[in-house]
């Protein structure tokens, strides 16, 4: 990322000209990354499932569904390293 390109995005997260990205940038900062990302893993998989049967073209249910698949599989993953992480700590511990 250039000098300029971090620029436009400090800019907009504190403008809030971008109110998704600084809503998003202060829920990261709040809970953290790793728990923004198994929380969209949640609701990829139902909006998956609303997706099979919402009035969309074929294109939009592709890559609703699409988006939603790499999401869940992302959360998954997330969710596997806490647990690793968690058992590894408690490991420690012990």
Excluded: Y
């Excluded at 990205?21 to 990302?37: D, Q, R, T």
């Amino acid at each position: 990322m250039t000098i300029e390109e971090r620029k436009a995005f400090w800019e907009a997260v504190e403008s809030g000209s971008n109110p998704l990205l600084s809503v998003m940038h202060g829920l990261v900062e709040k809970w953290g990354l790793p728990a923004i990302i198994m929380c969209l893993g949640d609701i990829a998989n139902i909006l998956a499932e609303d997706a099979e049967t919402a009035p969309l073209s074929p294109n939009q249910r592709g890559l609703i569904i699409g988006a939603c698949a790499q999401v869940s599989c992302l959360s998954d993953q997330m969710h596997a390293e806490m647990d690793f992480l968690e058992t590894q700590t408690n490991a420690e511990t012990n």
